[in-house]
């Protein structure tokens, strides 16, 4: 509050939080400390600013001392509530009184409910984008009554005149201006649903002060990238793996004050938030400086547990990630942030069912980094579309780096697994013909779709590559929901569907096979 300035907005805040606790709670709001001050109320002139709530009789006496504490409590149990009264009175009995109870709390859970579902359904939209989109409305209904007037003008044409018609009509030219307009309004509607993740990250602050206080360590929490917007959707479903990323990094990342003044670091800890767009996709940085993923360690109880086995070969990023498998811990101790197994395969089931994936990245004694990368929107996505034994299937374009043609002089002989030679460099691919377990021959030229996945390039054979393809994603059907393969479909232009696939889970599944083969 600030008294002295006239443009200030003055607010009564009933509260058990200390002066430093709310400061701390307002730091994302106001950058400059100096724009709000805290005062307590009892400091505060009763003015019109200042609007209070008539005060209660009983709390009047008190704070005047002519009662207690416990002589209010006392006298204000002694009263009755409406239906122990009326019960009393003989004017309802107790049964109808338990039923109206519990009406009462259904109608009270429903509107908790409604009155969530409202907040959440709410978003600010920028008035600009408004203006923008209803600009391309009226475009688009011009353009309509365009093609609308050629197609009056075709039916009433004789058969013989039809083709000099058509070219003058300019259908082409009518056609590549809705497929503008309509790619434009695709743009501008996902971009009203396109949030800064400024929100979600701020968050976290008064977590990692909770953290703190309750681990006894000092951790401050930075954050860059906040103005990067994500389609707020995905936002929604954010929090939750956020906040037990960010509980495991303060908890099993950041050493104790003593620990870090013997490794020669600053006794106050950093967890670093960041986001950043990076083609359609939006990655997300969880990093500290803390001890780093004991590799050791992690394999060791992976071992205990039978996830491995002792001739197991893994890569550091593959060890890594199996603190994501569901039950895995480090922890010693079962305490209330950590040590219970949970958490950290919630987080992976999350943002894959937001059809993103985690990475990790770790430097012992250094810090541990986690990438979460998920989609720009879960409406729409660019996709390469291919086929399989004249099935449809779509790639997301964004991790497609090339497609090149699968010939038998391509194909590496001398190691026996599936190595394609591409311009001198050894690439490993996976048959998606075999993968599916399609019957029949393959062409004999195939196409491989070469990506990028989490630092390696994998190639995906499939029968032909088709082309682009602005793909509207549609959930799949039950059935379809336990195949991991699948993130959705879509519907093509003659109406046949086409399967999303999921290039990260296919390697998953892929290399696991080759596990089990070993």
């Known amino acids: ?156 044409t004789r058969p013989e005149n039809l083709g000099r018609v058509i070219g003058e009509l300019d259908l082409e030219a009518i056609s590549e201006e809705i497929s503008m ?28 002060h909770d953290l703190s206080a309750e681990l006894h360590k000092s951790i401050e929490l930075s954050m860059s990238g906040t103005e990067t917007e994500i389609d707020k959707t995905v936002i929604d479903k954010l929090d939750e793996p956020l906040m037990h990323i960010i509980r495991n990094c303060a908890d099993h990342g950041i050493e104790s004050p003593e620990d870090r003044r013997k490794a020669g670091k600053p006794v106050k800890g950093n967890i ?14 969880i990093r500290d400086d803390g001890a780093g993923l004991n590799r050791k360690r992690i394999f060791e109880i992976a071992l205990q547990r039978g996830m491995i086995t002792e001739d197991t070969v893994l890569t550091d990023g593959q060890v890594y990630n199996l603190i994501f498998e569901p039950g895995f811990s480090t922890a010693k101790n079962v305490t209330s942030i950590s040590g219970r197994g949970v958490g950290m395969d919630v987080v992976k089931k999350t943002i894959e069912g937001l059809g993103g994936h985690v990475n990790v990245l770790s430097t012992e004694g250094k810090g541990t980094q986690i990438d979460i990368t998920l989609p720009l929107t879960l409406a729409i996505i660019d996709g390469l579309l291919v086929s399989i034994a004249h099935q449809s299937f779509v790639f997301p374009l964004n991790v497609v780096n090339e497609c090149v043609e699968l010939r038998r002089n391509t194909i590496d002989q001398s190691t026996g697994g ?18 599916f377990e399609f019957s ?19 190639g995906f054979v499939v029968d ?17 929901k336990a195949v ?12 046949s569907i086409a399967i999303i696939v999921d290039p990260f889970r296919i390697l998953k599944i892929a290399e696991a096979a080759e596990a089990l083969k070993n």
């Open 1 to 156: 509050m600030v008294p002295e300035m006239s443009s200030a907005i003055e607010l009564l805040l009933k509260t058990e939080l200390t002066r430093e606790e709310i400061e701390d709670l307002l730091e994302f709001l106001v950058k400059d400390q100096a724009l709000f001050d805290v005062t307590p109320a009892a400091n505060l002139p009763v003015s019109p600013i200042n609007p209070l709530v008539t005060p209660k009789i009983g709390k009047i006496l008190l704070e005047k001392g002519e009662i207690t504490q416990e002589q209010l409590e006392k006298s204000l149990s002694k009263q009755k509530r409406i239906g122990e009264h009326l019960v009393d009175e003989g004017l309802i009995s107790r049964e109808k009184l338990d039923e109206a109870l519990k009406d009462q709390n259904r109608q009270r859970v429903k509107i908790e409910a409604l009155k969530k579902s409202d907040i959440s359904a709410n978003i600010k939209v920028n008035a600009g984008k408004l203006d923008k989109l209803f600009d391309l409305i009226g475009e688009l209904v011009t353009v309509q009554e365009r093609l609308s007037q050629a197609s009056s003008v075709i039916r009433k």
């Open 181 to 208: 307009l309509t790619n434009s309004l695709r743009d501008n509607a996902l971009s009203v649903r396109m949030l800064p993740i400024e929100s979600t990250f701020s968050k976290f602050r008064r977590l990692i």
């Open 272 to 285: 670093h938030l960041s986001a950043e767009h990076d083609a359609g996709n939006v990655v997300i940085h």
């Open 418 to 435: 599936n190595l394609a030679n591409v311009r001198g460099a050894l690439i490993p691919y996976i048959r998606l013909r075999d993968l």
């Open 440 to 458: 029949g021959e393959a062409p004999e030229i195939e196409q491989i779709v070469i990506s990028s996945l989490n630092g390696r390039v994998i």
């Open 464 to 480: 032909e590559v088709i082309g682009g393809h602005k793909t509207v994603i549609k959930p799949v059907g039950k059935m379809y």
């Open 484 to 495: 991991p393969e699948f993130s959705g479909a879509s519907i093509l232009g003659d109406g």
